[in-house]
């Protein structure tokens, strides 16, 4: 984490507020904060008015920081997956940027056509031809203007410095990725549960190269669902090839892992929020840390993101 001194990660839920903050003491890098607040009203960031969103944010933001403030003035936020619409679509890799932006406007028109795509704003990343996809394509985000305008506001007014914003999924990847050592070989399924939504990326290398999201009736849909992605003759998904599962989101707990493992037949995982990162003494007996660490998964891979 060369560069940062102190950063602090926000993961906003429809109903709470997550924290981690990392600070540098002594040449390491320390978890110094691990907390949550719940917020004063049920928050949609889809639909709900900007002044309710600010209102509720700044609460929980003053609620937080009143138990322990912040050292940090450099801070990113993870949002729920709603908040973005993610899809992969085919990528011709000749195009220029500008040009692949609006071949992606495009598309996303064409995909939900009420929506005024010049109000949102893109993101990908590039995805090879691979084993599992045939044809090169992105993985893209479209993210509505207002929401990140909202967050650089309320920045200015905390005096704080909005580094990233990110999906919960993307972010929750990042502590993967950082924690667990032996996922920088072979193929692995991440996938994150949220607000009856499954967010879910074949990883190989550590890197994803496949994505789908679907609505969930309730979370025991979730195998059934994978299923009938498995199955898709278009892919070429063997579960076979799979190494592991890494699980994580708000309707994740220790008892659906493990229920979810033995129904799907593949070694499955609660992303570790924590691993390789020393945490301050006085989080040792702390129940986020003990209990719950699995569930801070996105304000950690927020937290722990440099680029």
């Not at 940062?4 to 839920?13: I, K, M, V």
């Not at 195009?95 to 893109?122: A, R």
């Not at 994978?226 to 070429?236: H, P, Y």
């Not at 989101?249 to 390789?276: C, H, M, P, W």
């Amino acid at each position: 984490m060369i560069g940062l001194e102190h950063h602090a990660g926000f993961n906003l839920t429809s109903n709470k507020l997550q924290l981690v903050e990392v600070s540098l003491e002594n040449d390491e890098f320390l978890v110094d904060s691990i907390d949550e607040v719940y917020l004063n009203e049920f928050l949609n960031l889809s639909v709900d008015k900007e002044t309710k969103i600010v209102s509720i944010l700044q609460a929980a933001y003053d609620e937080i920081t009143l138990k322990k403030p912040l050292k940090s003035r450099a801070v990113s936020f993870s949002l729920p997956l709603d908040t973005f619409l993610t899809h992969q679509l085919p990528l011709e890799a000749s195009l220029l940027h500008q040009d692949i932006l609006e071949q992606f406007k495009w598309d996303y028109s064409l995909l939900y056509p009420t929506l005024k795509f010049d109000n949102y704003v893109f993101q990908y990343f590039e995805v090879e031809k691979n084993n599992i996809v045939n044809y090169n394509s992105a993985i893209v985000s479209a993210v509505p203007r207002k929401i990140l305008q909202l967050l650089q506001n309320f920045c200015n007014t905390n005096k704080l410095h909005l580094r990233f914003v990110d999906s919960v999924h993307f972010a929750s990847d990042k502590a993967i990725t950082f924690n667990q050592n032996f996922i920088i070989n072979g193929y692995n399924l991440s996938i994150y549960l949220s607000d009856k939504i499954a967010s879910i990326e074949v990883l190989e290398n550590g890197t994803p190269i496949f994505y789908r999201f679907s609505h969930l009736e309730n979370s025991s849909k979730l195998i059934d669902l994978l299923n009938e992605i498995f199955n898709d003759s278009t892919l070429k998904l063997d579960k076979s090839i799979l190494d592991s599962v890494f699980l994580s989101g708000d309707e994740i707990s220790l008892t659906f892992i493990q229920s979810f493992e033995d129904n799907f037949g593949v070694r499955t995982y609660a992303v570790q929020s924590f691993g390789k990162i020393n945490v301050k003494p006085h989080l040792f007996e702390a129940k986020y840390y003990l209990d719950k660490f699995f569930n801070f998964s996105s304000a950690a891979g927020i937290c722990f993101r440099l680029a």
